[in-house]
């Protein structure tokens, strides 16, 4: 059985900072491309970023410079650390796993990031 967890969420100030983590199990971790994605109320789910099974990365415009996307392949997890958090990065953020060949896809439940004063 697949599963892919997040934690970290949280309130934050704007300024700030958080990191989320995403554990996975059931996929051959090697295989996916691993991404982070969000969505806000109102608004469709948007790729934030993502790494390859070779490590490369790719971000969203709207969060380069300030969100670092890694993983560790011997713990099967998947990490995005956030630096200076905007109020427009509020939004829930979903853990995906998308299988390089096959394009299967698995998501996260997701976890709450709100950044306010």
């Known amino acids: 059985q697949v599963q892919l967890v997040e934690s970290g969420g949280g309130l934050v100030q704007p300024g700030g900072s958080l990191r989320l983590s995403c554990a996975t199990s059931g996929i051959s971790f090697s295989l996916y491309v691993m991404g982070w994605y969000r969505q806000a109320p109102g608004k469709q789910r948007e790729l934030v970023a993502l790494?390859?099974?070779?490590?490369?990365?790719h971000y969203a415009d709207s969060v380069k410079g300030r969100f670092t996307i890694s993983k560790d392949n011997a713990k099967n997890t998947v990490s995005l650390q956030m630096n200076s958090l905007e109020p427009e990065d509020t939004a829930v953020y979903y853990c995906?796993?998308?299988?390089?060949?096959?394009?299967?896809?698995?998501w996260g439940q997701g976890t709450q990031v709100t950044v306010s004063s």
């Open positions: 790494i390859t099974s070779g490590g490369g990365t």
């Open positions: 995906n796993a998308r299988h390089r060949i096959t394009s299967n896809n698995y």
